[in-house]
């Protein structure tokens, strides 16, 4: 069995699309996932499956949320190692514990083109950056809510589905 992270979007956001975590954990069961736990309140599930392609994955997990909870929930796989790739690769290394909530990492559904990927330093400057990886851009924000590196302008500019999580959300999850 290999360990597998979910990071689903749009759950729990800002009073909308409320889902008890409770509630996600026996979805994820009743689609045969085993060892579910969940993580935050925004979507985050740890699971064991069989080895299988991310897609598989997406496939399986978004359809089955939409007809539960009446809203489409796009879902982002991850091996469990590959977050640990995630950070340990992190090519900001002079992260602060102090300015941890100003970091984040978005993870992308695919791999963006190359010839897109200059595009998002158009909006960098001194209060915010980002550098892209394999399949997660990281983000220094120093007021996430109004940064230029939404989800949906990410989205927009390399064409794949994107979902953020802070610095100290991302790291926490390796110690479930």
Not at 5 to 13: C, H, S
Request: proline share 3%; glycine share 6%.
């Amino acid at each position: 069995m290999t360990k597998y992270v979910a990071f689903l979007r749009g759950i729990n956001d800002i009073g909308r699309n409320t889902v008890s975590m409770e509630d996600l954990k026996g979805h994820f069961e009743t689609l045969g996932f085993e060892n579910v736990v969940t993580y935050g309140q925004n979507g985050n599930v740890l699971f064991e499956a069989e080895e299988a392609e991310y897609d598989f994955f997406r496939a399986e997990i978004e359809p089955h949320l939409e007809n539960m909870l009446g809203f489409k929930v796009p879902a982002i796989v991850r091996r469990f190692r590959d977050i640990q790739h995630v950070v340990e690769n992190n090519p900001f290394d002079n992260v602060k514990a102090s300015e941890a909530s100003k970091w984040y990492v978005t993870f992308l559904s695919g791999t963006p083109p190359n010839e897109v990927k200059g595009s998002l330093g158009v909006y960098s400057n001194d209060s915010e950056y980002a550098r892209i990886g394999q399949k997660e851009i990281y983000i220094y924000a120093a007021n996430y809510t109004k940064t230029h590196f939404s989800n949906s302008y990410i989205e927009r500019t390399l064409g794949c589905t994107a979902t953020t999580r802070n610095w100290a959300t991302v790291n926490k999850l390796l110690e479930q």
